[in-house]
Nanobody
Framework: QVQLVESGGGLVQPGGSLRLSCAASGSIRSINAMGWYRRAPGKQRELVATITSGGRTNVADSVKGRFTISRDNAKNMVYLRMSSLRPEDTAVYYC????????????????WGQGTQVTVSS
C-alpha cells in the first residue's frame, strides 16, 4: 500500500504564491505518474497537473503559466508551485499516485492523499 501525505496548503491573498508537497511512502520501487487534483466547493474534482517519472507533464489550461509541477523520483515526492493565485483557485488539493511498482514486483494503481486546503482570499 502507498500512503500519500500532502502539505503546504493555507490561506493566501490573491496574487500570492504557495508550494504544495506530497510524500509517498511504502515499499515503493517506482511510481509512473504523480499529480495534483482539486475540488472546489460545489464542484467536481478536476485535474490540475500530472507528471510522469520521465518528467512529462500535463497541466490544466486554467492554471497553465501560473502553476508548475515537479517531482523528485528518488524521494517519491511531487510538488506544485502555485503563483498568481486567484480566488477561483480555492479548493482542496489532492495528491495522486498511479501505477506504483513495489519491491515485491507487484503493482498498485490510483492512490489518493487526504487533501490539503488552499484558500485564496483577501
Amino acid at each position: 500500500q502507498v500512503q500519500l501525505v500532502e502539505s503546504g496548503g493555507g490561506l493566501v491573498q490573491p496574487g500570492g504564491s504557495l508550494r504544495l508537497s506530497c510524500a509517498a511512502s511504502g515499499s515503493i520501487r517506482s511510481i509512473n505518474a504523480m499529480g495534483w487534483y482539486r475540488r472546489a466547493p460545489g464542484k467536481q474534482r478536476e485535474l490540475v497537473a500530472t507528471i510522469t517519472s520521465g518528467g512529462r507533464t500535463n497541466v490544466a489550461d486554467s492554471v497553465k503559466g501560473r502553476f508548475t509541477i515537479s517531482r523528485d523520483n528518488a524521494k517519491n515526492m511531487v510538488y506544485l508551485r502555485m503563483s498568481s493565485l486567484r480566488p477561483e483557485d480555492t479548493a482542496v488539493y489532492y495528491c495522486n499516485a498511479d501505477r506504483v511498482e513495489y519491491y515485491s514486483g507487484s503493482y498498485g494503481y490510483d492512490y489518493w492523499g487526504q487533501g490539503t486546503q488552499v484558500t485564496v482570499s483577501s
